[in-house]
Each structure stands twice: as C-alpha cells, then as structure tokens.
C-alpha cells in the first residue's frame, strides 16, 4: 500500500497561482543585496586601513634570533657540552 503511494505521479501543478512568487521573496532577496553591500563596503574600508607590508621598520632586534637558528632545535648548555639525551 505505501509503495502505491509512494510510485503515483504527483501530475504537473497546475492553476491560476502556479509560478508566482510572494512579495515577501521579493522584501527577502532586497534584504539580502542591502546586508551584501554593506558588509563590502565594511569590508573595503578595514582593507584600507591595513598597512602596505607587514615587515617590521627595524629589524635589528629579530635578526640576531632568525640568524642560525633551527626551529626546535635543543639550546646548548653554555658550557660547550652536549646537550644531555633523553632516557629512552
């Protein structure tokens, strides 16, 4: 029985308010342009407000860590001797 139900062909809709849209769809897409524009028009004006680069002025201060150091890598002792190994 449900299985009857379920194969009908529902037929084409047919009728004198077939294919008309409400104006609420209408009230609902102008809504949804409004809050579009205005969050890019938010949008440029934080754009425009970031800086060309992001590169620091002076460098100096960072250098002395970027220059030969490997990320992760285990900091010597200070004393010349090796770093003691992890017990397994």
């Known amino acids: 029985m449900i299985l009857a139900?379920?194969?009908q062909?529902?037929?084409?809709?047919?009728g004198p308010e077939f294919g008309k849209a409400s104006p609420?769809?209408?009230?609902?897409?102008?809504?949804?342009l409004a809050g579009t524009v205005l969050l890019v028009r938010s949008m440029n004006k934080?754009?425009?407000g970031?800086?060309?680069?992001?590169?620091?002025?002076h460098p100096e201060p960072d250098q002395?860590?970027?220059d030969g150091?490997?990320?992760g890598a285990i900091p010597e002792t200070g004393d010349g001797a090796a770093p003691p190994k992890p017990a397994p």
Do not use: Q, R, S, Y
């Open 24 to 32: 609420l769809g209408l009230l609902i897409v102008l809504i949804l």
């Open 46 to 48: 934080h754009l425009k």
């Open 69 to 71: 150091t490997d990320p």
């Open 64 to 66: 002395k860590a970027d």
């Open 9 to 14: 062909d529902p037929g084409t809709p047919t």
């Open 5 to 7: 139900l379920l194969a």
């Open 50 to 57: 970031l800086p060309e680069t992001f590169e620091p002025e």
